[in-house]
């Protein structure tokens, strides 16, 4: 017994001062490395960070010629670690051989400086944005900064490429540029030094882009003369993560708890579409009251063989039911309208029914689709000053139809072809319902006879754009 206690009280001493240790930060690994021959003294050390597996390693080395303090992070992966230092490794290479090659810009006393610098951002538990800033002094009057963030994920253990979170295309990256220039505009003091020029080329090349996220916030770098005189230094533009919410992959969205609380404008369901021709030949096909569980997938499935994009104006009721369903047609590109909450006939309500029918319509689809509703189209048509005055706030224009396939009174495939095809030109809004099978029955041979005439499908606000006007509406179109 008592030889058994006596065997186990070192390691109980070692646990312990491992506990002490850890609690006091002493558990530092410190090496000093003294190369006598250049009177080099280097020091590493490696400490915890705040955050749980990531440490802090702290590199400083002093020769006669240079100073070199290096701050990384280490993960517990090598997929991580190795294009980290990686990049440490070859930013000190440079430095030290432009050193060697530039020793008589130092005067005096002057020593070149390498000082690498790192800010960890956390995103969530496992999601980091690691910022680097690595600033170089190498004689002259002014040292130069460059910024190199990581964007890791200690879970799966990788570092994110911006197509890990983003889809991109050139209408987005325009897009995108125009928000840069936006911000970039608020930053009085760098604006002035922005090379329009320089600053094209550099969003024009998105998987060179260097980025990081945190607290709903999107940060694109850019060194210093990268897009700008040296005078701005390195420069920084935030944007809001909701602003690129249409771009950003929706799994990472999720992962990183992007929410889009206290929007000051709400955003909207917005493709990315091309401007339209104006001596074009197209049509916007609509579908009123759905989303339905069995007729909304058939008309989802034709209007994809067409590679026809429509609108589908949806009761809050039905996206109550089905919000998967709603998330579909917002997926496949198409366009989503209000259609009110419980379709009743909102000219006989007062100012604060209607709102609360086209409010709560419009959060329910938000909620399924993440997205606001684009339009909004009052049910059986029917409106009053207070369904003017919400859709206005709300900034939903109202859309009415121009061709009435009649598809909710004659419930027949043939008819709805047929009524279609007799009234429609270019221009004109469709009034459909996703809620009958007739419809969707009808729709192959729709689309397949209109293609044949020439006519391309939109959505309603791609049609209205070949429109002068931009108010509130009704628009019924051709
Ligand atoms: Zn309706």
């Not at 530092?28 to 250049?38: D, K, P, R, S």
């Not at 600053?199 to 700008?228: D, H």
């Amino acid at each position: 017994m008592k030889r058994r206690k006596k065997a186990l009280w070192p390691v109980w001493l070692v646990g312990f001062m491992l506990l002490v240790g850890g609690i006091l930060g002493i558990n530092l690994m410190v090496q000093n490395v003294i190369a006598g021959n250049n009177s080099a003294l280097e020091n590493v050390e490696i400490s915890p960070s705040a955050y749980p597996g990531l440490d802090i390693e702290t590199r400083t080395k002093n020769t006669k010629h240079y100073i070199l303090s290096i701050s990384s992070v280490l993960a517990n992966s090598k997929e991580i670690n190795t294009p980290i230092q990686a990049w440490v490794n070859d930013q000190e290479k440079k430095f030290l051989a432009e050193v060697e090659a530039d020793a008589e810009m130092l005067q005096g006393d002057q020593r070149a400086e390498l000082n690498i610098t790192v800010e960890t951002n956390k995103i969530n538990d496992h999601l980091y944005s690691l910022v680097f800033t690595s600033y170089q002094f190498k004689g002259g009057a002014n040292g130069q900064s460059i910024i190199k963030p990581f964007n890791i994920d200690t879970v799966d253990n990788k570092i994110l490429s911006l197509s890990d979170i983003m889809t991109y295309d050139k209408a987005s990256v325009d897009h995108i540029m125009s928000i840069v220039k936006e911000e970039l505009n608020k930053q009085k003091n760098v604006n002035s030094y922005v090379f329009e020029e320089e600053l094209q080329k550099s969003i024009k090349n998105p998987s060179e882009w260097k980025w990081s996220v945190g607290n709903g916030v999107f940060t694109l770098y850019f060194n210093q003369y990268e897009i700008a005189a040296g005078a701005a230094g390195t420069v920084q533009v935030n944007i809001s993560l909701k602003s690129l919410q249409p771009y950003l992959k929706k799994d990472i969205a999720k992962k990183w708890n992007v929410t889009y609380e206290n929007n000051d404008e709400p955003k909207r369901q917005k493709s990315i579409q091309p401007p339209l021709d104006p001596k074009g030949k197209y049509v916007a096909l609509t579908f009123d009251d759905g989303p339905h569980p069995k007729v909304t997938p058939r008309v989802l499935k034709t209007l994809k063989e067409y590679n026809a994009k429509a609108t589908f104006f949806m009761l809050g009721v039905q996206v109550e039911y089905y919000p998967d369903m709603a998330q579909k047609v917002a997926e496949a590109g198409h366009e989503i309208g209000n259609h009110s909450k419980g379709h009743p006939n909102l000219a006989k309500m007062s100012l604060s029914e209607v709102s609360k029918q086209i409010t709560e319509a419009s959060d329910l689809i938000e909620a399924a689709t993440g997205g606001k509703p684009t339009l909004f189209r009052p049910p059986y048509g029917a409106m009053n000053e207070s369904v003017k005055k919400v859709t206005k706030e709300q900034k939903t224009p109202i859309i009415l139809w121009s061709v009435d396939s009649l598809d909710w009174k004659s419930r027949n495939a043939q008819a709805v072809n047929k009524e279609v095809a007799r009234n429609i030109r270019p221009g004109s809004i469709v009034l459909m319902h996703d809620i009958h099978r007739s419809t969707a029955d009808a729709l192959p041979q729709m689309l397949k006879s209109l293609k044949k005439q020439g006519y391309q499908f939109v959505t309603v606000s791609q049609l209205l754009s070949l429109n002068e006007s931009t108010g509130n509406g009704p628009y019924y179109n051709q």
